[in-house]
């Protein structure tokens, strides 16, 4: 290639062709080939012409290379060629604009979008930016969050059905309510907050990751286990109220009270394997809920294809599950005792009834009848009744819809049966004719921060007298009226000591995604203790004491 000297020297022996190859190769420019000095006359108009038109096809060619390039290299490339170009001006625009759009780029991605002042910086700097209008939604959520509480929240998911918590969460998300470590906070603080379902979809749209559930929300591995498995709630035998006219066995009767969800039947289920664990036996089994009772026992117990216990799917609205058995103690002694449980959906049935409320479902008319035939109107002689009012802790404000214009919480529900079956005729009146004890058992009590077990039980105590006032009462009221829970009628003059409402804090284990749980037995042991201290034993039923007891509650 020659240099620019000899092009000068030599102008007339080089075509046309070969003259602009040097101008756009860079060796020289056009206007230097023009300049007399430096070509004298050979560089002629005719040559020039030529020149100057195959200059300009090449510029044209290299400029549509360099905005299909339309990057900084390619304007630069054609500008260092084209000192002069007809597209200089708006080449050094574009580079111009590339740089700002690239520095804007470098301080977004640097940005802490967690802080309200460096967001409001970058508003400041480009205000017409790239990401202004993301920014301006930032700042937005910023002020949104700042008067969102976030424990608060926590209460109102208790309350929503389960199958709304994921729509709800991404909902939150999206509108800037709530940040994905939040939702990972939610899980960290209550594992117990959201069903399988719900975190599989956090999962599956990664909101969250295995590793975030084992490292950061502290899940342990056998549940996660049960998760990776897909592990799902288990369907237990139902049984039919009408299959039950009177119950059968002779024996102790142990109710357990409770709306849907509020853990009933998971803690018969625990207080039977825990007795089986603790080495009691369990025989002469009677009744038609054998099997269902059976199948809650089994729920506790591991196997190999199975990290962790799983618990059950909810009982139809009509269930009325009875089983007798005989409990054996180590010492020989043995307690003939009949559990009952009874579907949550009972009370709503009861209240209806009662209220004169239509339910369209007819389960509802069969329940509240079975209700009345077995404790009101077809009891069985001689056996004696332990009532266990079932509440969830932090579910005091979850509503129970009945019919379509009434919602009444657990409180009120549980109120209203205490009150139908205390009626004013004492043989017919279960509490006054045959009940030893009454007690309300506080599920999920694992929630209540404490440091001792005789912490939990006085914050357990507080929980349910500031929550459950109506309850309370009806508890109190039965108790004046039949003398139960150690309650003594004062002498005239004497200060009464109010009746003692008996409440047992009570968890199940270690539970988790509302499908998982590895068996405490803390829990069951301290209910099969109150039951064996209050029921008629094989013993007792000989002594002389008990039968004098029995003849003076008569």
Request: glycine share 6%; proline share 3%.
């Amino acid at each position: 290639m020659p240099t620019k000297e000899e092009i000068f020297d030599n102008i007339s022996d080089y075509p046309a062709e070969q003259i602009a190859g040097f101008i756009t190769s860079g060796i020289v420019t056009f206007d230097e080939l023009c300049e007399f000095k430096n070509t004298g006359g050979d560089f002629g108009n005719e040559l020039r012409e030529a020149v100057k038109q195959l200059v300009a096809g090449m510029e044209l060619k290299d400029w549509a290379k360099a905005e299909k390039g339309n990057s900084e290299e390619s304007y630069s490339e054609y500008i260092e060629k084209y000192p002069s170009g007809d597209h200089r001006v708006e080449a050094t625009i574009r580079i111009g604009k590339m740089r700002a759009a690239k520095a804007e780029e470098m301080f977004w991605n640097s940005l802490d979008k967690t802080s309200v002042e460096a967001v409001q910086r970058y508003i400041n700097d480009y205000p017409s930016g790239k990401y202004t209008t993301q920014a301006k939604k930032l700042l937005k959520a910023f002020e949104r969050r700042a008067q969102f509480d976030l424990h608060e929240y926590r209460n109102e998911l208790r309350m929503m059905k389960e199958n709304e918590h994921f729509a709800e969460l991404e909902s939150k998300v999206n509108e800037g309510y709530i940040t994905k470590d939040e939702i990972l906070k939610l899980i960290t603080e209550d594992h117990n907050l959201f069903n399988t379902d719900c975190i599989n979809d956090l999962l599956d749209h990664g909101y969250i990751t295995y590793d975030d559930l084992i490292q950061k929300a502290q899940i342990r591995e056998p549940f996660i286990h049960s998760l990776q498995k897909n592990l799902s709630n288990i369907d237990i035998p139902s049984v039919d109220c009408d299959a039950v006219e009177q119950i059968e066995k002779t024996s102790t009767e142990i109710y357990f009270w409770g709306v849907k969800n509020s853990g009933k039947s998971c803690a018969i289920g625990s207080i039977l394997n825990t007795a089986r664990r603790m080495g009691y036996g369990i025989t002469n089994k009677k009744g038609q809920g054998v099997a269902y009772f059976d199948a809650l026992s089994d729920l506790f117990n591991q196997h190999d294809s199975r990290p962790t216990s799983v618990l059950p799917n909810g009982t139809p609205t009509d269930s009325f599950a009875e089983m007798g058995f005989d409990m054996t103690m180590a010492n020989g002694r043995y307690y003939p005792l009949t559990f009952v449980d009874l579907a949550g959906e009972l009370l709503t049935a009861i209240y209806a009834e009662a209220h004169n409320v239509v339910l369209d479902d007819p389960a509802y008319d069969k329940a509240a009848k079975a209700f009345r035939r077995i404790l009101l109107e077809n009891h069985k002689e001689g056996n004696r009744k332990i009532h266990f009012f079932v509440i969830e802790y932090g579910a005091a404000g979850k509503k129970i819809k009945i019919g379509n214009d009434i919602e009444l919480g657990q409180d009120a529900l549980l109120e209203n049966v205490i009150d139908i079956l205390n009626v004013e005729d004492p043989m017919e009146n279960p509490f006054k004719r045959d009940t030893d004890a009454v007690y309300v058992v506080l599920t999920k009590a694992d929630r209540i921060k404490a440091t001792s077990a005789a912490e939990r039980k006085e914050k357990a105590n507080a929980y349910v007298l500031e929550h459950y006032k109506g309850l309370v009462t009806a508890i109190r009221n039965v108790c004046r009226e039949c003398e139960l829970n150690g309650y003594v009628k004062p002498i005239a003059g004497a200060e009464e000591v109010k009746p003692k409402i008996l409440v047992l804090p009570f968890s199940i284990g270690d539970v988790c995604f509302k499908s998982y749980c590895e068996l405490k037995e803390e829990g069951p042991a301290k209910v099969l203790n109150e039951i064996t201290s209050r029921a008629t034993s094989e013993e007792d039923d000989k002594s002389f004491f008990v039968k004098l007891k029995k003849n003076f509650r008569k």
